[in-house]
Nanobody, 125 residues
């Protein structure tokens, strides 16, 4: 099994930046894709961004494209989400997720096998 631990959430003003991290441990050799999802109060969990384990493919939700960047550090088994130009509507709990197996990057949350505990990101106006 793979274990995921997020960190780096916090409070930031609108227009500011924040980076959240996801450290993976365990059977990381089984992982095909890493992704970030978020869930705001009263809303469903939604896809934010994903990166292939090799790091050569990324995919973003339209709402964050051009503002957020997903990256990975293979040596540290860590995936990052750099969030710039943050808006109040970005406020949510951000979850890291891992997908086993092979294939292209996918966005439905039920495709992902392992989840972290989440980290709160709050953007004040």
């Amino acid at each position: 099994q793979v274990q995921l631990v997020e960190s780096g959430g916090g409070l930031v003003q609108a227009g500011g930046s924040l980076r959240v991290s996801c450290a993976a441990s365990g059977r990381t050799s089984s992982v095909n894709t890493m992704a970030w999802f978020r869930q705001a109060p009263g809303k469903e969990r939604e896809f934010v961004a994903a990166i292939s384990w090799s790091g050569d493919s990324t995919y973003y939700a339209e709402s964050v494209k051009g503002r957020f960047t997903i990256s990975r550090d293979n040596a540290k088994n860590t995936v990052y989400l750099q969030m710039n130009s943050l808006k109040p509507e970005d406020t949510a709990v951000y979850y890291c997720a891992a997908k086993y197996g092979s294939g292209y990057i996918v966005t439905p949350m039920w495709e992902y096998d392992r989840w972290g505990q989440g980290t709160q990101v709050t953007v004040s106006s």
